[in-house]
Antibody, heavy 120, light 107 residues
Framework: VQLVESGGGLAQPGGSLRLTCAASGFAFTNYAMTWVRQTPTKGLEWVSTVSGTGESTYYAASVKGRFTISRDNSKKTLYLQMNSLRAEDTAVYYC??????????????WGKGAAVTVSS | DIQMTQSPSSLSASVGDRVTITCRASQNINRYLNWYQQKAQKAPDLLIHDASTLQTGVPSRFSGSGSGTDFTLTISSLQPEDFGTYYCQQSYSTLVTFGGGTKVEIK
């Protein structure tokens, strides 16, 4: 299993970024996928999960209405569109594979993370 | 949201010591509790899922127990490579939450 994030970087407050996670080594469609972020002060924070088909999504309250998770199963790729970015969104964002689809899962594979900095 | 509270927030122990980390959920989560180990500048690794099932490849000195609201991660004989931060995570709710972490240092 390999998960490789890209698309991180510097964004201004109120700006947008799109993270991408390229997956390989497993039957992508069969598993939910998640985004988890980490800051030095807040530890690990779950951001969002999408079901294997892409039809069901859940978001943390802190990002709901601003972030959108999606997936392209034909490309084995996961996305996180981040809009209306705030300074508190500054974090390392991890893509993680769920152990199953779509409830009661653990995160059994993780990417190396993509750093996002929101600053003017 | 379900709140996950870990204790202690940090500990220092000697090689060979038995180490116990606890995690308490703010409501019943059955056995939908997972444990992760994270080393500095690395992504977390899954250690234990469903409260007590060891992930493939994880040494048997790690064990998990508990159900309902109270859970424990035990390292039976601490090894030098076990330093890092340990997190619990509940998956009972679709709104997943993590504990605040326990930093383990080797004396």
């Amino acid at each position: 299993v390999q998960l490789v994030e890209s698309g991180g970087g510097l964004a201004q407050p109120g700006g947008s970024l799109r993270l991408t996670c390229a997956a390989s080594g497993f039957a992508f469609t069969n598993y939910a996928m998640t985004w988890v972020r980490q800051t030095p002060t807040k530890g690990l924070e779950w951001v969002s999960t999408v079901s294997g088909t892409g039809e069901s999504t859940y978001y943390a309250a802190s990002v709901k209405g601003r972030f959108t998770i999606s997936r392209d199963n034909s490309k084995k790729t996961l996305y996180l569109q981040m809009n209306s970015l705030r300074a508190e969104d500054t974090a390392v964002y991890y893509c993680a594979k769920a152990s199953q689809d779509f409830y009661y899962y653990s995160m059994d594979a993780w990417g190396k993370g993509a750093a996002v900095t929101v600053s003017s | 949201d379900i709140q996950m509270t870990q204790s202690p927030s940090s500990l220092s122990a000697s090689v060979g010591d038995r180490v116990t980390i606890t995690c308490r959920a703010s409501q019943n989560i059955n056995r939908y509790l997972n444990w992760y180990q994270q080393k500095a500048q690395k992504a977390p690794d899954l250690l234990i899922h469903d409260a007590s099932t060891l992930q493939t490849g994880v040494p048997s000195r790690f064990s998990g127990s508990g159900s309902g609201t109270d859970f424990t991660l035990t390292i039976s004989s601490l090894q030098p490579e076990d330093f890092g931060t340990y997190y619990c995570q509940q998956s009972y709710s679709t709104l997943v939450t993590f504990g605040g972490g326990t930093k383990v240092e080797i004396k």
